[in-house]
């Protein structure tokens, strides 16, 4: 019975987080959600974006500050997918006031609600799972993405807005679901804290996903914006090679050094820039240049993410510490 629990526990967190990142892919982070709403009431997008991605940041990073216990941490999980869910509904009307503020405040508690994430994937996933647990949250949230941004761009962007809803409405009743608090013994794990200090790996951690993830910004700035014109394809090829790439390194055998998967992609991003510069501006150079660069993508997010998983294990406040590695990655 307890691995039951146990085992279902970590379903729902990781349904329920894969839904939030689900509504913030397509919506509220660069989605094309959002570009399509913008684009069809005719109103400039790069201030908007811009904001939302400010407040996404200071979301992650400040998250674990006040999120410090598993208990707080679900209250806020919900009462921020509540705010993204109240913020978002002015987008079904009009360009107003009201889609500024609904962009900060969706922006900075969605960022908080991924922080306290953290509480759930130490407390739900063991440690030597968690590789599979991040690699199941990014693909699922990505191809419910997919899914939303076809609808939004071939059909409708309110269409597309309501189903980023639903997710959220979705996620937040399997977070809600989850215990506040778990029977889990951590006072063997103190005894690490005070032995280990993860301060240092983490700042060299946060430099190398900063560094890294400048791809990702010329990408949605310069890449992206190149093959604008293949709508059809572009709304949803864009991200299929990010989950392929996250299928298979999370079926990799575990004896394997992942680690090495990382020169592939170094070699991924060289080859999509140079391609980038050498070929056209058809579908087949777009196939290519794509799957190069979000392959990339995947191969490194993943690495990332695996490793603050980990870091987890070593601190008191989980919510803090993969607040603060994946605001890196925004920052980038």
Not at 147 to 164: E, K
Not at 238 to 266: D, E, S
Request: net charge neutral; charged share 10%.
């Amino acid at each position: 019975m307890a691995q039951f629990i146990a085992l279902n526990n970590r379903f729902f967190s990781i349904a329920g987080f894969s839904l939030l990142s689900a509504y913030l892919l397509s919506f509220l982070f660069e989605g094309q959600v959002l570009y399509s709403t913008l684009a069809y009431n005719n109103v400039a997008g790069a201030p908007y974006i811009l904001v939302a991605i400010i407040a996404h940041f200071a979301g992650l990073f400040s998250g674990g500050f006040f999120v410090k216990s598993q208990a707080i941490a679900r209250y806020t999980m919900l009462g921020s997918m509540t705010i993204c869910f109240m913020a978002t509904a002015p987008f079904f009307f009009s360009p107003s006031l009201l889609w500024a503020v609904g962009l900060i405040l969706s922006g900075y508690a969605g960022g908080s609600a991924i922080a306290s994430w953290g509480y759930f994937l130490k407390a739900f996933t063991p440690k030597n799972h968690r590789f599979k647990s991040c690699a199941d949250v990014l693909i699922y949230s990505n191809i419910l993405m997919i899914a939303i941004n076809v609808v939004a761009i071939n059909f409708s962007p309110f269409i597309g807005l309501t189903l980023s809803i639903i997710c959220l409405v979705v996620g937040m009743a399997c977070i809600w679901v989850l215990p506040g608090e778990t029977e889990n013994d951590w006072r063997e794990e103190i005894e690490n804290y005070r032995r280990r200090d993860i301060k240092k790996p983490l700042i060299l951690l946060c430099l190398f996903i900063f560094v890294i993830t400048i791809n990702s910004g010329l990408m949605y700035q310069v890449i992206n914006p190149a093959f604008e014109h293949l709508t059809g394809l572009t709304s949803w090829y864009w991200a299929v090679p990010y989950v392929i790439a996250l299928l298979f390194m999370r079926n990799l055998p575990m004896r394997m050094a992942r680690a090495k998967i990382l020169y592939v992609g170094m070699a991924m991003i060289m080859g999509a820039f140079i391609s980038f510069m050498l070929l056209e501006r058809n579908a087949l150079d777009y196939l290519v240049v794509n799957t190069l660069m979000l392959g990339a993508c995947g191969i490194f997010d993943l690495f990332w993410w695996s490793i603050i998983g980990e870091m987890l294990e070593y601190t008191e406040n989980p919510a803090k510490i993969f607040g603060i590695g994946l605001s890196a990655h925004v920052f980038g």
